[in-house]
């Protein structure tokens, strides 16, 4: 057995004779490429996903070579890939634009407010109160990843609670009054 055979899964198909994945590349790479830079409109992303492709046929063995079409089946495979990219990357946007900070200023200064408020708190306290306001948290959960009472929880999230409400009682005025 020489060493593509190995390699590249070597096994005897009825239709194509001794069909080999080397030979299905040397046969469908180009085309697959042109196919894929049409749909992706980039070329080197292009090349990228028939490569993915072929990475993939090959792990697959023996099962890519019994496929019936296999230039079909990297085409797919390809295409997959790059719907997947696609979905990640507009995901990836989504996040990075929630992620931005608010534009309207006067948001942007009420939200400076609450940090500052929050950092003003003791340790436990601001953890506490980030668990159960920003993370929507319950107390039991809290209480499990702090590693202390329900009890305990509530007793901060009150203390946090009113920390919170003195410091920031100035910036409500304010608002009021817009």
Not at 87 to 103: C, S
Not at 154 to 161: A, E, F, I
């Amino acid at each position: 057995m020489d060493e593509d055979s190995v390699t590249f899964g070597r096994m005897p198909d009825p239709g194509d004779g001794d069909v080999t994945v080397r030979d299905v590349f040397d046969g469908s790479y180009r085309k697959l490429v042109v196919q894929l830079y049409a749909i992706t409109g980039d070329y080197d992303e292009a090349e990228d996903l028939v490569q993915e492709a072929f990475v993939r046929a090959v792990a697959s063995g023996r099962r890519f070579l019994r496929v019936d079409n296999k230039e079909a089946w990297l085409r797919t495979t390809a295409v997959n890939a790059h719907r997947s990219r696609w979905r990640k990357r507009r995901n990836g946007r989504r996040a990075h634009n929630r992620m931005l900070r608010p534009r309207d200023p006067a948001a942007m200064e009420e939200h400076v407010e609450i940090i500052n408020a929050l950092r003003g708190l003791p340790e436990q306290q601001r953890q506490a109160v980030a668990l159960y306001y920003l993370a929507d948290l319950p107390v039991c959960a809290i209480a499990a990843e702090l590693g202390v009472p329900e009890g305990t929880v509530k007793s901060r999230l009150s203390r946090g609670r009113e920390a919170l409400a003195i410091s920031l009682a100035h910036v409500e005025e304010v608002v009021d009054h817009v």
